[in-house]
């Protein structure tokens, strides 16, 4: 299928008025004045404006499910701080309504996974927002290995397994440890009790998956920055709403942010300095981070929205689209199948009467796999 004369941002050039072509789910080619194939079906999208899927990076999705109270919130299992061997795929309902509302709105892949209860979490993975199976929706699981700082734990084990900072830091560091003399006794071909929690968090040590780490406050932010130097692993900065004041330090440790969620009420202390502007300050200080919505702390289909609020607040407005489009994707690690309009990559796209941060833009169709699925 052949798209002629749309102006397309493929978030690997310039934007430019031009054409693309899809097959079996790809994009196979984008350019000018590319020609139909005989009987090829050619659509006009002449005046419209393309855009490739947008992506969300930190998101509970389908996993606190709406109009609905206990029954339909699978995101905590607030029972044991140390919960590794939790799936985040198991606790995805993928009938719930806000998924059908992300992908009308032009959110075509989320990261979701457990919340912030636990000092470890559980795994998160990546799914696209149209099916109504689970694993095949799926993208990549596992993605990423949850793991929360500050006034989550704190709240939810109080006066049972922790009361401080120190003690979530101290948990996280000895399931670290013991993780590590696991895969040593492994390895050197000794007799080792199967253990649910350290086997999942293999791949962590191994570098193989990150550490998705919540943290609000500057000096949460710098301890997930301590405790991964310390353990050789990857971590990506989740949240930052501190960020802005530790720019150099955030700088220099190289991990990457996602950040947000900005559209909405400060509804505890650390996120007090929570601002559309901290963006706009990584992205001159040269961090690649991602916007969020922490879905449904802001509902998935404000995604959008919430890069406009940042472009609003002074990031550019192309770093804002590609805040919700590559960035992610990078961030991901998924970049090699989403994120841009590129041949090779997965026909994944959004067509747009406007901008995508316009908030007058009417979204006219959401491709997914190259299938038009709204």
Not at 328 to 334: E, F, Q, R, S
Request: net charge negative.
């Amino acid at each position: 299928m052949l798209f002629k004369n749309a102006t397309i941002y493929t978030m690997e050039q310039d934007p430019f008025v031009g054409d693309f072509r899809i097959d079996k789910g790809i994009f196979t080619e984008v350019g000018k004045d590319l020609t139909a194939t005989v009987g090829e079906d050619v659509q006009d999208l002449s005046g419209l404006y393309v855009f490739p899927g947008l992506i969300d990076a930190h998101s509970h999705l389908g996993m606190v499910c709406s109009s609905i109270g206990f029954e339909g919130e699978d995101g905590n299992e607030v029972t044991d701080p140390v919960t590794p061997n939790i799936r985040g795929i198991d606790g995805c309902n993928p009938m719930d309504e806000t998924i059908e509302e992300a992908l009308k709105s032009g959110v075509t892949t989320v990261a979701a996974g457990p919340g912030s209860a636990n000092v470890i979490g559980g795994t998160f993975f990546a799914y696209k927002t149209k099916g109504n199976c689970i694993d095949e929706m799926t993208i990549q699981n596992p993605l990423a290995m949850k793991a929360a700082f500050g006034e989550n734990p704190k709240r939810c084990y109080k006066g049972k397994k922790i009361d401080t900072r120190m003690q979530i830091s101290a948990l996280l560091r000895e399931t670290l440890a013991k993780t590590k003399e696991y895969i040593q006794k492994k390895e050197s071909g000794k007799d080792v009790d199967y253990d649910q929690k350290l086997e999942a968090m293999i791949p962590v040590i191994k570098k193989e998956m990150p550490l998705k780490c919540h943290c609000h406050r500057a000096d949460d932010i710098l301890t997930v920055i301590r405790i991964a130097k310390e353990y050789d692993i990857e971590v990506t900065l989740d949240h930052v709403t501190d960020g802005r004041s530790i720019i150099p330090q955030i700088k220099e440790s190289g991990f990457p942010c996602i950040l947000g969620p900005c559209l909405g009420h400060k509804s505890k202390y650390e996120v007090k300095n929570m601002s559309f502007e901290t963006a706009n300050e990584f992205y001159k200080a040269g961090i690649l981070f991602s916007i969020i919505t922490d879905s449904p702390v802001v509902p998935e289909q404000y995604l959008s929205l919430s890069a406009a609020l940042a472009h609003k607040a002074g990031l550019p407005e192309y770093e804002a689209i590609k805040a919700i489009t590559i960035n992610p994707a990078k961030i991901l690690k998924l970049d090699n199948r989403i994120g841009s309009i590129k041949a090779g990559k997965d026909a994944d796209f959004v067509v747009c009467t406007k901008n995508i941060l316009d908030t007058q833009n009417e979204i006219k169709a959401v491709y997914i796999n190259g299938k038009k699925e709204a």
